[in-house]
């Protein structure tokens, strides 16, 4: 399976921003090697999709169930599709644990993606204290079960095990952790349990090969570290093994060696 290297900005590059970022994005990889998507600010998603690499997805970090209403500040899975989003993350823990977000909103959000054609990246992950309390099985089954009737109609969706308590923490789950995680959220997906699993949770160039030649992780979700053009190219490139040549369609200019 090819991997995925999706990066999450969170508030931060607004459209300038973006547009620098791509600017100076240029991993050495071939296209189709590996699957490349980096989620924006709302603000952000026209520019930063007029800046990619074709190659490069781009996605909503959120989005509301409803095509329109009166949901001051939402944006809905239609108005990212209309500029050209193909993805929308679900479900990221910041969004369940700082704005409430249940997992019957969750599997909301998931039919409003699949309805806009965009894919769904739904993130799944435990707290500190149910980890230690042995119940990471029961959350992940949880989580995973609010969505999998959803997810039986989409064409092509992931999903992202983020355990919150490596989360902007500096801590990170070792591949072994990482591997034993994706194998609940398998299992748990049961029959869909084909599609893309990727680890979230302080990811950078440092980790990213351990964590993506571990069993069972297809890929990653970059948090701070997507943030940084020659360091978030560095993990794209970790998920191919190494330097293989420009990225088909980036930015023209002098490529910065591997």
Known sequence: MTKVIAGNWKMHHGPSAAVEFFSRF????????????????????????????????????????????????????????????????????????????????????????????????????????????????????????????????????MVAYEPVWAIGTGETATPEDATAAHRLVRSALGELGGAPVLYGGSVNPANAAALLSAPDVDGVLVGGASLDPIG????????????QGPLSGAPSGPHRGC
Request: charged share 25%; aromatic share 4%.
């Open 232 to 243: 978030f190219g560095r993990i794209v490139e970790a998920g191919v093994g190494g330097c």
């Open 26 to 157: 240029r991993p050495a990889v071939r296209e189709g090697s590996v699957r490349i998507a980096l989620f924006t600010p709302a603000l952000s998603l026209a520019s930063a999709r007029r800046a990619a690499a074709a190659a490069i997805e781009i996605g909503a970090q959120h989005i509301h169930w409803e095509r329109s209403g009166a949901f001051t500040g939402e944006l809905s899975a239609e108005m990212a599709s209309e500029v050209d989003a193909t993805l929308a993350l679900i479900g990221h823990s910041e969004r369940r644990h700082l704005f409430g977000e249940t997992d019957a909103e969750v599997a909301r959000k998931v039919r409003a993606a699949i309805r806009a054609e965009l894919t769904p990246v739904v993130c799944v992950g435990e707290l500190l204290e149910e980890r230690t309390a042995g119940r990471l099985d029961e959350v992940l089954a949880r989580q995973v079960g609010a969505v999998a009737e959803a997810l039986a109609t989409a064409r092509d969706f």
